[in-house]
């Protein structure tokens, strides 16, 4: 896999989320897939609804919600790249700025080579807790090639 890192964010709060997304959407291209990973509690869903600015339901059970400009998706329970084709994931991307997908980057060449339009551009976020504190994270924002994965 290719990234290229383009921001970092060391021992940020919650309360940095609004800054730091403002930071994100202004480093991105649109429209774009955000993959967003972490260990389960590293603050994935807490970051996204700072990211969408709505009382956003974390979509482990829906697997896809839809926001205005902005697609959520958690694909935690998806067993298998083959369940992808059933979501249908192209519907829920026209007219989108962003489409975050929570465990999702395991799935990138699949999504990829079929269901995602060429137009998006790809990132990565990866939350992880900062050092003992448990409301601290580190934050590293990285644009992906997938055509180099």
């Known amino acids: 896999m290719h990234k290229s890192e383009i921001k970092e964010w060391k021992k940020a709060k919650?309360?940095?989320?609004?800054?730091?997304?403002?930071?994100?959407?202004?480093?991105?291209?649109?429209?774009?897939?955000?993959?967003?990973e972490g260990k389960v509690g590293a603050g994935k869903t807490t970051f996204t609804k700072h990211f969408i600015g709505e009382d956003v339901q974390s979509p482990t059970y829906s697997i896809i919600n839809e926001y205005d400009d902005?697609?959520?998706?958690?694909?935690?329970?998806i067993k298998d790249s083959n369940e992808l084709y059933e979501l249908e994931l192209g519907m829920y991307l026209d007219d989108?700025?962003?489409?975050?997908?929570?465990?999702?980057?395991?799935?990138?060449?699949?999504?990829?080579?079929?269901?995602?339009?060429?137009?998006?551009?790809?990132?990565?976020?990866?939350?992880?807790?900062?050092?003992?504190?448990?409301?601290?994270?580190?934050l590293v924002f990285s644009k992906i090639d997938p055509l180099l994965i």
């Open 14 to 36: 919650v309360g940095d989320y609004a800054y730091v997304v403002q930071e994100i959407k202004s480093e991105s291209e649109v429209p774009s897939i955000i993959f967003l």
């Open 70 to 77: 902005t697609v959520h998706a958690d694909f935690y329970r």
């Open 96 to 138: 989108k700025d962003f489409f975050l997908a929570e465990w999702g980057y395991k799935y990138i060449n699949q999504l990829f080579s079929s269901h995602v339009p060429e137009q998006f551009h790809y990132y990565l976020l990866e939350i992880n807790q900062s050092g003992s504190k448990e409301d601290e994270r580190d």
